[in-house]
């Protein structure tokens, strides 16, 4: 018999086949390659695993996929090769060292899986260039002759980096060089070595890209999803169904937005935020719509001054709006997408019998005022500015994505404010795109079921949950990214005009 094995990514398989076939007396005709050659390029063939190990850029190690760890205070190094190659579930064990000091004892946690198991701490002999593993923590207590055995009471931080993209940071789900949990940062140029922070730094960021498995703490076959921005939990909660589900078409970089100019208000938080970030990914500028006192100043400085600007805007005050699409045209030049997510919530009844006393009536008339007057002010005023635009080979000028929410339909006890609000921005919607069609400009409205951001956040936790368990499917509250796609979506398809979409888990809201 002669095999034929093709370099695809099953090759690891292929070969382990191959071998069992050798080892079962079934001669290989002359013209067989030896399993060695038959690794495709940029891997390596290991008697250990019989698997092809992808090789990573050349580091301080050597030839395999591999992980160097340096303590905090000294050069002393080891290098593990955990190449876990697609297809082979064996580990290479670490069986190289890099101690350029004097005979010394010291202190390692274990963070991938080594000789010792991932948590323990072992202590590398030079003499014997074999550690031993510890069930415990080291102590202070001498080890040995030579003497220096580091006292950690957290995890070694390394202190080399080196990696191909911008700073990032995410949480390791699964073991990987910092232990699950923990949230890791990488930084420079060439490869991963990471860097461990029991929480997340005050502000780490950035890339927007999906890796492989490779040296990357996913287990093998798993891709794994980078985001901007990983500040708050909400993120880091992403990458771990990222890494169930393998794949998540929603985040891909396209870049579909090259190119376009888009106004967010609401858009220093949640919601807003989100569809903020995205459409930079995307490669569009945006103007950032909202409140003084929210942290959009920050936000457009953290998010690259050239490409960002924030306004101070209250959205029910003409003078505001104005003054943010002078900015727009100014900065920019042109607008071609508005997304109206400023908005505020709130819950009280008609009437209180207990106090006999009636629902504020200025509490509905802010509500109505911010929601449905701030969402119709900035379509009225900017609608100006859109129509200066030449239009595409559509006839199209310009885009309005509008945020109601599902309230709009079956409002909830406590929320006739807010549902009067929502509901009158889905009644508007389809008399606006109408008003709107002969200029090419599409209006169309996201009706949103429950997503984490601080508005919801804002319950008690008991009541998220509640809320979270009557989504029927999935059955979680949404990521506000989930929500930014939907906004690209329907920027991007044409014919989607005049239309309210629900975005909801097919959740019908209970009266309570
Ligand atoms: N989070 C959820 O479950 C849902 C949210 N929505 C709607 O989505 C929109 C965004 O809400 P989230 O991101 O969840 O809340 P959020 O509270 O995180 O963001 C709302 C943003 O609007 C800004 N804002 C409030 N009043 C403003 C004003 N007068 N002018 C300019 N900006 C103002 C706030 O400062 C804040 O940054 C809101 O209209 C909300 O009603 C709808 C359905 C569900
Ligand atoms: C009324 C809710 C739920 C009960 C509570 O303790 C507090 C609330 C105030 C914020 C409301 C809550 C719920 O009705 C869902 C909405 C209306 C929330 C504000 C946004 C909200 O998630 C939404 O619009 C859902 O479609």
Redesign the pocket.
Known sequence: HSFSISESDQFARGILRLRRAVEEGIKTSDTTPSPERLCPEGSAFHNDTNCCHKLLEQGPCGELQQFYQVSKDSNYGICACMANADGCNKMIKTNRMILPGPNSKQCFLAFSQGPCQVGEWFILNLQSLQPECQKKLCSSEKNGTDTKVSTPTSPPETDVFDFTMKDQCYKTFTQGPCPAGQYVQFVGTLSPYPKCFRKAPPTCFSISSIGTSAGLPCTAGHKLLFFFNCQSDEIFQHFERVATLIIMPHAMVTGALKGMVALV??????????TVERFLRQGSKVVI???P??N?VELATELGKDSSIFCP?????EK?VQAALSVCKEKFGKLDIVV??????GACKVYNFNKKQPHLLEEFQKMI???TV?TFNVIRLSVGLMGDNKPNEDGQRGVIVN?????AFEGQQGQAA?TA??AAIVGMTLPISRDLASTGIRVNTI??????????M?CPEKVQKSLAAAVPFPSR??F?EE?AHLVEVIVLNPMMNGETVRLDGALRMQSK
């Open positions: 208000t609401g858009g220093a938080s949640g919601l807003g935020r989100a719509c909202d409140i006192a929210s959009g805007t209250d959205v029910s005050q505001d109206n997510c400023a908005g505020i919530a005022d911010i929601n701030g945020i109601a929410s599902v309230s807010y609000s929502k009706a949103p079921g429950l997503f984490k951001t601080p508005m919801l804002a509250l949404g506000p929500l």
